[in-house]
């Protein structure tokens, strides 16, 4: 008897997650890592926003709420919308989920059925495909390069769209490649998506983690006719430092978040009351504690890339938001150690199925193994040339960990 479910066939356990949990466990025996894997700010949550916590705690608010969240929290989430996107939303358009990525995966299985096609732009965040697949969907992967600033164009949207396309992934700013579309790239790809029968899933999580005065902007702020086609995730992890808090977020067509309370509701329930309550305190507040974040973090982009872009054989765009480089290292992968090391695990792979290593993969693995660093391959986000460094550390394990890169690209020359 098989004790395992079919559907785990198609998924593979998260990366970053994979990576992190490493990582950490070398830190705990005593091994300086600098750990660029995780997507988590080093910042706290901010004080007002606990004090909040602690408040409906002392309150009693410490039971079950609806499933689909607190009308204290929609609220906020709706004036959020109408103050700083321009949307107005009801209430029965709004769910609150355990995390955006909850949320996400309950749109999808909320929406798709076998065989639903869903266009995914790589680079990608590494769950979107899995919980495609999970969902017994088709995940159709468009690459885009650093030439066209990791942004899918209209002809290639166009170009992959079919009668079983049912829905269009859009996120700006990008994990991992921290790319943003413009308000004038958003339109472009919108005159395509508003004559076609298509969802499109924006993911905002990295909304205002935004730089060099760029504008932000999601397909349903482009006219109403994208808003009633747009479903939007958010929530609070990323601008707020809250990621242990578990808050995600998402408003849309009604019937859509009908079905997602009904997933919700027969698999975690609410999120957690005092959550809620912290993040009702986080999107009602003053918002200066996310701007502080956000000029540290920019000042940090400068500092990783200008770095990077130091070392022989990689290669780096500046990042429009977000707090990842997507730094590309094909340029080491000609060098003769390196091919040396690819061969060897060729060889040792070679009576199993998938002889040829990924290079991003074996990069990363010497660099910590050998080098005391933690990165994630490229490959896990649809791109073996390159690898993810999230730059949410300070700026001190910043310059030390590029320097170990730059020691471990030296001695493979």
């Avoid at 992934?169 to 029968?197: E, M, R, W």
């Avoid at 340029?331 to 060729?346: D, H, R």
């Amino acid at each position: 008897m098989k004790l395992v479910a079919r559907r785990l066939d198609v998924v593979e356990p998260s990366p970053t997650l994979a990576i992190t949990a490493k990582a950490n466990a070398l830190k705990a025996s005593g091994v300086d890592v600098i750990g660029f894997g995780a997507g988590e700010p080093d910042f706290d949550t901010p004080d007002h926003i606990k004090v909040a916590a602690k408040k409906a705690m002392d309150l009693g608010k410490t039971k079950y709420t609806p499933v689909s969240g607190t009308v204290g929290l929609k609220e906020a989430i709706l004036a959020k919308f109408k103050k700083e996107n321009g949307l107005d939303y009801e209430k029965n358009q709004v769910i609150v989920g355990t995390g955006g990525k909850q949320v996400i995966y309950n749109f999808f299985m909320a929406t798709l059925n076998p065989g639903d096609e869903v266009i995914i732009p790589a680079p990608y965040w590494v769950s979107y495909a899995d919980i495609v697949r999970l969902a017994e969907g088709v995940p159709v992967i468009v690459s885009t390069t650093p030439e066209s600033n990791f942004q899918i164009t209209p002809v290639q949207l166009e170009a992959n769209i079919t009668p079983r396309t049912k829905v269009f992934i859009f996120n700006s700013p990008s994990n991992p490649t921290g790319a943003a579309y413009s308000k004038k790239d958003v339109q472009a790809l919108c005159d395509i998506l508003v004559n076609h029968d298509i969802i499109t899933l924006s993911d905002d999580i990295y909304e205002k983690i935004i730089y060099d005065g760029l504008e932000f902007c999601n397909p349903a702020m482009i006219s109403q006719a994208m808003k009633e086609k747009t479903f939007i995730v958010n929530g609070v992890s990323k601008a707020y430092s809250m990621t242990g808090w578990r808050i995600g977020y998402g408003v849309g067509n009604a019937e859509i978040v009908k079905n997602m309370d009904t997933m919700q509701g027969q698999s975690t329930s609410n999120a957690s009351s005092i959550s809620q309550a912290a993040a009702e305190e986080a999107l009602k507040a003053d918002q200066d504690c996310v701007e502080t974040m956000r000029i540290a973090f920019d000042k940090r982009r400068k500092l990783i890339v200008d770095l990077l872009n130091e070392i022989p054989g990689i290669q780096c765009n500046l990042p429009q938001g977000a707090f990842y480089a997507f730094p590309y290292i094909d340029g080491v992968y000609s060098l003769p150690k390196f091919q040396a090391i690819l061969n060897s695990e060729a060889n040792a792979k070679s009576d199993k199925k998938n002889s040829s290593p990924n290079k991003s993969t074996v990069f990363c693995d010497i660099l910590l193994n050998k080098y005391n660093v933690a990165a994630v391959p490229g490959i896990a986000f649809g791109d073996d040339n390159a690898l993810r460094l999230s730059y949410a550390l300070g700026e001190d394990d910043i310059r030390k960990g590029v320097e170990r890169i730059k020691k471990m690209v030296s001695d493979l020359s």
